[in-house]
């Protein structure tokens, strides 16, 4: 199966500017043509890359390697960035999938020369807490860290993923995403740092399938087909450095392994950074939680378009800022009074992701526990909550009767494997053939 991707193109679209190329999907005897698109506004066109396919085959990857396609592109691939696909990021991702992803032959021209770039630094803008984050912690340049020079927005799917299947009389994923672009502008307008605003259909590309698992890939893609402009981009990162992992990768958001693939994405001239994986969620609140910007434009929530009070994030968030003492400060932003009159209702729900160990809950209670607060009301709940968890988990009498003979299945497959590669069983084939042979005349 062969995935092409034709020179890349810059067409006027509307207002906006477009980079866009041909994806040719050929499986046996059908033919597919997709047109994969990257769009900013007019004043960015200079720095769109129609010379190489960097973008695409980047943004393309996870495709061809789950569906099986080598790639041929049109246009030059940067040696380098080329180099670590091949070297780095493909084997590792083949066989950290126990080889059921495909391992794509790349047929391409590579080109050495550099590409001029505008030494801009940019980090994403979504308005929660890892990019109010990367943003705050790189306004200077102290100690040398890059400081940014923009914002930047980008639609690859997040808004389509977390609100396209949202409730009755909720706002459409549409009105979400204007939403949060007026919010990003006014957070660039008070930082008086500009806001490069983009749009992509990499999501459908991908039919609309695996906007947890691609993310990266996608935030790369749209990077690198602006790639004239940056010369850093800070990526905000989801889990820590020690958190890094392969295991079921195929299965999992690829934020697990963002270390690999922004390293190997990256080349001398344009360096990725994974953001703030050094600190936990509750350490980036507290860091966050001193802005004023931050305070009035914080927005976590999954379900609209100011912070609901209610859904996973906004409980999270909520939480933290109670653990860390600064609720209070976030009143414009949270429904800070019904939290207030509800705040059993939230130490419940934490208990019991608690007792489900949820990684970020359990940084939570740390800082809970290391203030000394609200616990006569918490532990109760979290023991109720684990002892319903361990009742869960309790297999009944019939279910345990079919694990035990699962596992019985299995040791006698071992045993069978064995002595079918032992010597004894290899020397006696001969015997077991004539008798065999015997027995049927
Ligand atoms: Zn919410």
């Known amino acids: 199966m062969l995935m092409t991707i034709s020179q890349p193109r810059i067409i006027t679209h509307?207002?906006?500017i477009r980079l866009?190329?041909?994806?040719?999907?050929?499986?046996?005897?059908?033919?597919?043509?997709?047109e994969l698109w990257f769009e900013v506004e007019q004043e960015y066109a200079e720095y769109l890359c129609d010379e190489r396919s960097d973008a695409f085959l980047v943004g393309m990857l996870q495709y061809a390697m789950r569906f099986g396609y080598d790639i041929?592109?049109?246009?030059?691939?940067?040696?380098?960035?080329l180099y670590n696909l091949k070297n780095h990021l493909i084997p590792t991702l083949c066989e950290a999938s126990s080889n059921k992803w495909h391992h794509p032959q790349i047929m391409t021209d590579i080109t050495i020369e550099p590409l001029e770039n505008a030494s801009g630094v940019g980090t994403g803008m979504s308005c929660g807490v890892?990019?109010?984050?990367?943003?705050l912690t790189h306004l200077t340049n102290e100690e040398g860290q890059p400081k940014l020079t923009h914002?930047?927005?980008n639609s690859i799917g997040s808004f389509d993923a977390n609100y396209g299947k949202i409730f009755k009389g909720a706002p459409t994923k549409e009105e979400i995403k204007e939403a949060t672009f007026l919010r990003a502008r006014r957070i660039a307008r008070e930082l008086d740092l500009p806001l490069v605003e983009s749009d992509s259909n990499i999501y459908e590309v991908y039919d609309h399938r695996f906007f947890s698992k691609i993310h990266t890939f996608s935030t790369?893609?749209?990077v690198l087909a602006l790639q004239k402009l940056w010369r850093t981009y800070l990526f905000a990162g989801t889990w820590g450095y020690a958190d890094f992992s392969l295991h079921r990768h195929d299965r999992k958001d690829c934020a697990w392994y963002d270390l690999l693939t922004l390293n190997c994405v990256s080349t001398r001239h344009l360096r990725f950074y994974s953001e703030g994986s050094l600190k936990s969620r509750v350490d980036k609140t507290l860091y966050i939680a001193e802005n004023s910007i931050a305070q009035q434009e914080l927005h976590v929530c999954i379900k609209a378009i100011e912070n609901c009070g209610i859904c996973m994030k906004c409980r999270r968030t909520m939480l933290t800022l109670d653990a860390i003492g600064r609720l209070g400060d976030f009143s414009n932003s949270f429904p800070v009074d019904y939290y207030r009159e509800n705040h059993n209702d939230y130490l419940r729900w934490l208990a019991k992701k608690i007792a489900k160990k949820d990684a970020f809950s359990m940084d939570i209670y740390a800082t809970l526990l290391e203030k000394g607060m609200h616990l006569d009301a918490l532990q109760p709940m979290i023991r109720e909550f684990e002892q319903l968890e361990t009742e869960r988990r309790k297999p009944s009498k019939q279910e345990a009767k079919l694990l035990a003979?699962?596992?019985?299945?299995?040791q006698?497959?071992?045993?069978?494997?064995?002595?079918?590669?032992?010597?004894s069983w290899r020397l006696t084939k001969p015997f077991r053939k004539v008798t065999k042979m015997l027995k049927g005349s």
């Open 14 to 16: 509307s207002d906006k």
């Open 20 to 34: 866009t190329s041909t994806i040719r999907l050929e499986k046996e005897a059908e033919c597919e043509l997709r």
């Open 72 to 81: 041929k592109l049109a246009a030059p691939v940067t040696a380098e960035l």
């Open 130 to 135: 890892d990019s109010f984050h990367a943003t």
């Open 151 to 153: 914002l930047f927005i």
């Open 220 to 222: 790369a893609f749209s």
């Open 405 to 410: 003979s699962k596992k019985e299945v299995r």
């Open 412 to 423: 006698l497959k071992r045993r069978i494997n064995k002595m079918q590669k032992s010597a």
